[in-house]
Structure formats: structure tokens, C-alpha cells
């Protein structure tokens, strides 16, 4: 079966510092890659998203995420946090021959004012 | 993108009773899906909702204790049937758009957060 790992499960940082969440999967075909962010009391948000093109794509809120092939990984990052990007962060994969979408376990961010 | 919406936002329930959740979306949509989201883990696909034919379900969820309803494309309804403490969770209804290809982003309900006493 198809797995998302995350492997950072809670993540606590000071506003400013720089921010890396890790996101890699199994499978070896052509995949699309999202990440979507759930605030507190809050529905997830797609943040970003890889479907071709340029490996390194930009989202909302200043994060971005470096789709690299040869290590199966979509990492998530962000140069300079802030207190209002306390959130939950999950990592998705689409497959492209199903409609399912796999998602990590989640990571849980905590910034510090 | 699409809005969607779910009722109830929550509720709590006894055991071997059953909750229908609703799910409403403001366009119509290829695709439909119901998560399992439990504490503290991530998404869980239950099943994709079939507009007129049955549900899809993943391994592990099977139509009598969930069963699901597509009438047309921008409702659906998921029943917790003969619920127990362990059905506790956070239920969530999501779209795929109109196009339906390759790469379609998934939208997300707000959810539903069931607590089973």
C-alpha cells in the first residue's frame, strides 16, 4: 500500500525561526503532492500544491515546498515563522491512476511569540 | 474552489444509537469522499460517494455500518450506524472538482466531531 510519512510529529519554534517539515512517500509512479494546514477550530486549507513544472513550488503565506524525485520527498518550508502559523500540517499524495488521496499523520507546529 | 458544509458540527451520541451527517456543496462536483480524521491521527478514506450507484468503501468500512447517499451532485449523506465509544471522531466531507483530472485539488468540509458515550 501507498504510505505518507511525517516525520516530525510536533515541531515547537520561535517566531523568526526558519521552518522545515518533512513529507516522504512510497510510491514510485507519478504522484501529486499537497499540503494542506488546519488552524485551530479551523477546516483543513490546501497551503500548496505539485502537479508538474518547476519542483519548487510556492504557496500561501510565504511557505513553499521542493518536490525532489530521487529522494520521494515533498518537504514543506517556510524562511521565517510566526506566531500565526501554529497549526497542524499534512502532507497528501494523489496517485495518478486513482482518485484516493494519502495522507501523512500530520505534524503539529507550535511558534512562540 | 468549492464551499462546503456539514450538519451537524458536532454531536454527542449513545451508544447503539445511529447519526446521519450531511454534507452540502455549493457547485456540482465529480467527486465526493468521506474521512475518518480520529484523535490525534490523520485522515482515514471511508468511501467514495457514487452519484446514483453505491459507495466505494475502503478496506475496513463496509456499507452497513456506514452507509452513504449520493441523490445528485452537490449532496451526500454519511450514516454511523449502531454507533460505539470507538466511532468517536471527527467526520469529514470532501470534493474533488469539476474538471476531475490529473492533479485535482481536494476541498475539505468543515467537519463533523462525533462523541460516542
Known amino acids: 500500500a501507498q504510505s505518507v510519512s511525517q516525520h516530525n510529529h510536533h515541531v515547537i519554534l520561535s517566531e523568526a525561526a526558519s521552518l522545515e517539515l518533512g513529507c516522504n512517500y512510497s510510491?514510485?509512479?507519478?504522484?501529486?503532492l499537497f499540503w494542506y494546514v488546519q488552524y485551530p477550530g479551523q477546516h483543513l486549507q490546501l497551503l500548496l500544491k505539485?502537479?508538474?513544472?518547476?519542483?519548487l513550488v510556492k504557496g500561501i503565506k510565504g511557505f513553499e515546498a521542493e518536490f525532489i524525485k530521487s529522494k520521494f520527498s515533498f518537504n514543506l518550508r517556510k524562511p521565517s515563522v510566526q506566531w500565526s502559523d501554529t497549526a497542524e500540517y499534512f502532507c497528501?499524495?494523489?496517485?495518478?491512476?486513482?482518485?484516493?488521496?494519502?495522507f501523512g499523520t500530520g505534524t503539529s507546529l507550535t511558534v512562540i511569540p | 474552489s468549492a464551499v462546503i458544509s456539514q450538519k451537524p458540527s458536532r454531536d454527542i451520541c449513545q451508544r447503539g444509537t445511529s447519526l446521519t451527517i450531511q454534507c452540502q456543496v455549493d457547485?456540482?462536483?465529480?467527486?465526493m469522499f468521506w474521512y475518518r480524521q480520529q484523535p490525534g491521527q490523520s485522515l482515514t478514506l471511508i468511501a467514495t460517494?457514487?452519484?446514483?450507484?453505491?459507495?466505494?468503501?475502503e478496506s475496513g468500512f463496509v456499507i452497513d455500518k456506514f452507509p452513504i447517499s449520493r441523490p445528485n451532485l452537490t449532496f451526500s449523506t454519511l450514516t454511523v450506524s449502531n454507533m460505539s465509544p470507538e466511532d468517536s471522531s471527527i467526520y469529514l466531507c470532501?470534493?474533488?472538482?469539476?474538471?476531475?483530472?490529473?492533479?485535482?485539488?481536494?476541498?475539505f468540509g468543515p467537519g463533523t466531531r462525533l462523541l460516542v458515550l
Open positions: 457547485s456540482q462536483v465529480t467527486m
Open positions: 505539485y502537479f508538474s513544472g518547476d519542483p
Open positions: 510510491y514510485g509512479g507519478t504522484v501529486n
Open positions: 497528501a499524495v494523489n496517485v495518478n491512476t486513482g482518485n484516493q488521496f494519502y
Open positions: 470532501s470534493v474533488r472538482g469539476l474538471a476531475g483530472g490529473r492533479g485535482e485539488t481536494q476541498y
Open positions: 460517494a457514487n452519484q446514483g450507484s453505491e459507495a466505494t468503501y
